[in-house]
């Protein structure tokens, strides 16, 4: 809430002209919508795979531990990391995954189309978060009596009727905590992917609004603007946190 | 039961309801998720196997090349100097000094922290209890320009301290050890008292031992919180010969495509995604249990 001059001799407290300045720029409305786009994206397909892949892990008995051990490792990725592979693998130029796809008549481009570089990035983000969903899905998927659904099968139910009308609603618990979860990592911890693999382009259809603090604050040198950005940020994380908590709470009254 | 539920014949071993060809579809799709899981992994060691022309010249074959020595010689013994101006050695020996202090400082401090709430009664305890409790809701993201103004005006930029110091305070750590010590009982506290063992004597001698689990666990999870942070690395260390590894990596992809050497890059990434996956393949019972208790 401060403003300087030029030379940074003085300071001035500004009340909250830079808030205003930030809500009211086009840019950082672009970059909430991007960031609304990208996590909603990033969580449904991170946990969708992951889901299913728990529940495939749940039915076999035989080398359970084999799949566990290989469904972990991007876990220990680093998100950037992560992205570089994903560039690597998509990249127009040299990306082998990239050549396949223009075979098949697409004209795959991230780095100038828009589009294209978000879908990159969500692929990329997913990826890395599925271990993670996955070990948590097991888990409440153990968690869950095996009487019940024995007794469902007795009475009728079919496989597809069972997971929809027993074992989801018994998830929902792990559902909405990795739900949680997950957007707060989208929201925050893949700064490095975008960082690597787009730097916010094309244009700004990749500008997130974690990559926007930086940018404005250690690139553009807009540190009021990136400051007020900040504190933003903090209160969506806070207002994340609490549903987070609100649940958790009512999960032990009810659990 | 009125009638018997018998299983049908030849299904013997499965769950009631469950059929045969459910459990090959189960195996089939699971191998499928590990391949599109595993794959990016793969192809980034065949690619460090193959020459920089075969990688220029996609799509790259499924197998590894012939260039395996060939390359990983070049990355480990001056390759890698030559395009991220810092071997790779110091690389790595900086992105481990920074797990390792992350994971080890934090534990120490948790640990302690967690001991004074819960075991000592003092004036504002639970005042310090929220104040720790708040930092939960402050990632490094959201608190970026502050935390660089306060490394800048130390001078800790461009050291071992200022990657370190700004990521040790962990609310999650010190949560998750206030819950376990809360499940100690009274009465062991209390024995131990009555055999003349101070507040010391009590937590090396009994709080340790008993938490050596949720130690392991933890070290795993920040060790590898360590291993993969990327912007607080980033904005604290201008030299080249301070970057983590995972900095480096994108410094040597930043360059024009034509120009990265993408053989040395995936060397790089090969030596930057093993140790922690071998940290988490070697200690996965602890961490699995570390993972799955810790954040509910």
């Excluded at chain 1, 840019?27 to 996590?39: D, E, G, P, R, W």
């Excluded at chain 1, 007020?228 to 903090?234: F, G, P």
């Excluded at chain 2, 810092?86 to 020996?93: A, G, H, S, Y």
């Amino acid at each position: 809430m401060l403003k300087e001059d030029p030379f940074g001799l003085k300071s001035k407290f500004v009340w909250f002209a830079n808030f205003q300045k930030v809500l009211s720029e086009p840019a950082y409305i672009n970059s909430i919508k991007v960031t609304i786009v990208f996590s909603v994206a990033t969580a449904a397909v991170a946990m969708s795979v992951a889901l299913l892949l728990a529940v495939m892990a749940e039915k076999v008995v035989r080398s359970k531990g084999f799949y566990r051990t290989l469904m972990i490792w991007p876990y220990a990725v680093a998100p950037a990391i992560a992205g570089m592979l994903f560039l690597f693998m998509f990249n127009p130029s040299i990306g082998s995954v990239a050549v396949l796809i223009r075979r098949m008549g697409i004209p795959w481009d991230p780095v100038l189309n828009g589009t294209h570089a978000m879908i990159l990035l969500i692929a990329a983000a997913a990826w890395k978060q599925i271990s993670y969903n996955f070990l948590f899905f097991v888990a409440g998927l153990q968690a869950i009596p095996k009487s019940l659904i024995e007794a469902a099968a007795i009475d009728g139910a079919g496989e597809t009727k069972r997971f929809w009308t027993i074992v989801f609603p018994l998830l929902a618990p792990t559902t909405f905590f990795l739900l949680v979860i997950n957007t707060t990592y989208a929201f925050f911890d893949t700064f490095g992917i975008v960082h690597a693999v787009t730097g916010g382009g094309p244009g700004k259809s990749t500008e997130t609004l974690v990559y926007k603090v930086y940018n404005d604050g250690f690139v553009n040198l807009l540190l009021g603007s990136s400051a007020a950005q900040s504190v933003i940020l903090m209160v969506i994380v806070i207002a994340l946190t609490a549903i987070q908590f609100r649940y958790v709470e009512r999960k032990v009254h009810y659990g | 039961m009125a009638e018997p539920t018998a299983p049908a014949s030849g299904h013997d071993r499965l769950m009631i309801g469950q059929s045969a060809a459910g459990i090959y579809l189960a195996h089939a799709i699971l191998i499928l998720g590990i391949l599109i899981v595993a794959f990016p992994i793969y192809y980034t060691f065949v690619a460090s196997t193959h020459t920089l022309q075969t990688i220029l010249r996609p799509p790259l074959p499924l197998l590894p090349g012939a260039e395996f020595w060939a390359n990983y010689k070049e990355a480990l013994f001056g390759g890698i100097g030559r395009i991220g101006g810092v071997d790779v050695w110091t690389l790595l020996f900086n992105t481990t000094v920074m797990a390792l202090g992350i994971a080890i400082g934090k534990i120490c401090i948790s640990i302690l922290s967690a001991y004074a709430i819960v075991f000592f009664r003092f004036p504002l305890r639970m005042t310090f209890f929220w104040l720790i409790f708040i930092t939960l809701m402050l990632p490094v993201e959201v608190r970026i320009l502050p935390t660089y103004k306060v490394m800048v005006d130390f001078g800790l930029i461009d050291t071992y301290a200022g990657l370190i110091l700004p990521l040790i305070a962990s609310a999650t750590a010190t949560l998750l050890f206030r819950q376990f010590f809360m499940t100690i009982p009274g009465e062991l506290v209390e024995a131990a008292r009555v055999d003349g063992a101070g507040p010391w004597r009590f937590f090396f001698d009994i709080l340790l031992p008993l938490s050596r689990t949720n130690i392991a666990a933890l070290f795993v999870i920040l060790f590898i919180y360590g291993w993969t942070q990327y912007l607080w690395p980033l904005l604290v260390t201008n030299h080249n010969d301070m970057n983590t590894i995972v900095i480096a990596l994108r410094k040597m992809v930043s360059f024009a495509d034509a120009d990265t050497q993408w053989h040395l890059v995936m060397v790089t990434a090969m030596l930057a995604i093993v140790p922690p996956i071998l940290v988490v393949m070697l200690m996965q019972r602890w961490f699995v249990r570390g993972l799955v208790e810790n954040e509910k």
